[in-house]
Every structure is written in structure tokens, then in C-alpha cells.
């Protein structure tokens, strides 16, 4: 789908030079002299490298178009994590490079969101927050507002975060997956 170079967005999938890149930064620039024109930062989804390219604000750009599928994560080995769609229980493995430190909040039967270019997996989106366990956490020193109240904890899944001092080993929290931090106390 063409898009004008003025409606790219941050996070937006673009086909360009033959090959798929993501848009990690984009800035519209209007000198004084001669034309406006959109100046984008992009990576590059297969090669990880990244690009800086400059388009005229009348160019058209190729916006990538994916197919995005509900499914169920099933277990892990050591190196692919397992999902089912629930429709028609097809089963597919992605690699756990794809999905990174995320992958230790899934658990079994948690609903992901996998985006597909060309029949391949490019990403996974986890529900924006999940329930884990708190497995260890420091002693809250008494009087210790000059810093963040915040303490270090680690979840039962291996995960570090940093919690407020109230909670305790043994209790269940809401976790954001898209930056690792607390929410709420269950």
C-alpha cells in the first residue's frame, strides 16, 4: 500500500531498496529555502542494520502489509517457542531470538498476536500486561524516600524489576510487557 512520505510513522513497516524495514525515527523538516521533506531513521527487519533516508514529502513510500494471527503459546524448548492457532490447531515455532527477554513472560495458553510478511514471522505482540509471581525480593529500608522508594525483585520467571517496598516474596503482580515494569498488586 503507497502512503505519502508525510504519514510515516514511528514503529510503521516499509518496503524500500528491496527489503523490510522498521521506523525507529522520523522527523518533518521544512527549510526555508526548497522543498519539505521527511527525514527517517529505519532497521533493517532482516539484516539489522539501519538506514537514514531523506524523502521528499510528495515521494510515495511502500508500507508493508501483515497478516496478523491470534495464537496460543503451548512450551518452549532450547531454542523455539511453540504456538497453536485455536481455529484450526496449527502449530508453528518461532525462534527465541524473535521474541528476546519477552519471552520469559509467556506462559502456557497465553493469546499472542504473531505478524506474518510473505508466510514468515516478523513479530510477536504479548497482551500489554500479564500476572506473574514475585519470587525474591530486598528488605525495604525504613525511611528511604531521598530516592525512589522503588526495590529491586526477581520474578519466578528470572525476570528483574524493580517493585514498590510493600510487596513481599510469594506475591502475584501485573507486569507491563512493553518496558518490564510493575503495574499493580494482585
Avoid at 510515495?60 to 518452549?76: I, P
Avoid at 528511604?144 to 525483585?153: D, I, N
Amino acid at each position: 500500500m503507497k502512503i505519502n512520505a508525510g504519514e510515516i510513522r514511528v514503529g510503521m513497516l516499509l518496503e524500500h531498496k528491496n527489503d523490510l524495514w522498521q521506523v525507529l525515527k522520523t522527523q518533518h523538516v521544512k527549510p526555508g529555502k526548497g522543498g519539505a521533506f521527511a527525514q527517517v531513521e529505519m532497521k533493517s527487519v532482516n539484516k539489522n542494520t539501519k538506514l537514514n533516508e531523506r524523502f521528499r514529502s510528495s515521494e510515495t513510500v511502500e508500507k508493508a502489509s501483515l497478516d496478523e494471527t491470534k495464537y496460543n503459546f503451548l512450551y518452549e524448548d532450547e531454542n523455539n517457542y511453540f504456538f497453536m492457532e485455536p481455529k484450526s490447531f496449527e502449530q508453528i515455532e518461532i525462534k527465541k531470538d524473535l521474541v528476546g527477554e519477552r519471552g520469559k513472560l509467556l506462559t502456557e495458553n497465553l493469546e499472542v498476536t504473531i505478524s506474518f510478511y510473505n508466510e514468515s514471522a516478523i513479530s510477536i505482540d504479548l497482551p500489554n500486561q500479564v500476572t506473574c509471581k514475585i519470587e525474591s525480593t530486598d528488605a525495604a529500608l525504613k525511611g528511604q524516600t531521598v530516592s525512589s522508594s522503588y526495590k529491586p525483585a526477581v520474578l519466578s520467571n528470572g525476570l528483574n524489576i524493580q517493585v514498590p517496598p510493600f510487596i513481599e516474596a510469594g506475591d502475584e503482580v501485573v507486569i507491563d510487557t512493553r518496558n518490564l515494569e510493575y503495574i499493580k498488586k494482585i
